[in-house]
């Protein structure tokens, strides 16, 4: 649950945890990416604003890496920010004030509409396996190869969009957060590394690309 606002987040917190949820809390959006990669969450409740970013960051920040649904919580009611939310990712829309029957339905709603899978996906880059719920690489023979923290993140957000062109910025916001949008050379450093350590031929990546001025893709 993302929101800033006291009141709120103790009456949610009170009624969602007699229902049986087990909840984690953030008051910015630099927390709330940072609780969510610490506890993988289910479902999102998002207040839109927060006192460092914009929600929507939030939820793009989330897209990158998780479909775990995202009910915004705001008390924005104009047309505008609703569509932009949606567009961005989020699954449903409340606006303040609501009631908390009301809430507890849409998030039952979303929850059955949710398609997250129970088991996270073990892909193969050649012959590397990575699988990411382990957070593990491991070589054929079972060997394993270390990578560090950020080189583990930049994967883990490549591997989860297979196929998908992932933009520098958006790249950088989700590994290294908000503010890194324009830091290219650690982009271009890390994904130096993961070839020199996933890719046969490092100089001729097959599953690691890069596509000129736009961004990264990752070919299984």
Do not use: C
Not at 82 to 105: M, N, Q, R, S
Not at 114 to 127: F, H, M, R
């Amino acid at each position: 649950m993302v929101d800033d606002e006291p009141q709120i987040v103790r009456a949610l917190q009170i009624n969602l945890k007699a229902r049986g949820y087990e909840v984690h809390l953030a008051g910015t959006g630099t927390a709330a990416l940072k609780v969510a990669a610490q506890h993988p969450p289910e479902l999102v409740i998002l207040d839109l604003g927060l006192p460092d970013f914009d929600g929507v960051d939030v939820i793009r920040g989330l897209r990158g890496w998780t479909e775990a649904p995202i009910l915004v919580l705001s008390g924005r009611t104009d047309q505008t920010d609703k569509v932009e939310a949606l567009d961005a990712g989020a699954d449903d829309y409340v606006t303040k004030p609501f009631g908390i029957d009301e809430l507890l339905a849409r998030m039952r709603a979303v929850l059955r509409r949710s398609n997250l899978a129970q088991d996270e996906p073990v892909v193969t880059v050649g012959g590397i396996r990575v699988d990411l719920a382990a957070k593990r690489v491991t070589l054929e023979t079972g060997e394993d190869i270390r990578l560090t923290p950020t080189e583990w993140h930049l994967l883990e957000v490549l591997v989860r969009h297979p196929g998908k062109l992932m933009a520098q910025r958006q790249l950088l916001t989700e590994v290294w957060g908000p503010g890194y949008e324009n830091a290219s050379g650690n982009l271009r450093f890390y994904m130096g590394q993961l070839r020199r350590k996933l890719e046969d031929d490092p100089a001729r990546p097959k599953h690691l690309l890069t596509e000129p001025g736009m961004g990264y893709r990752f070919e299984p």
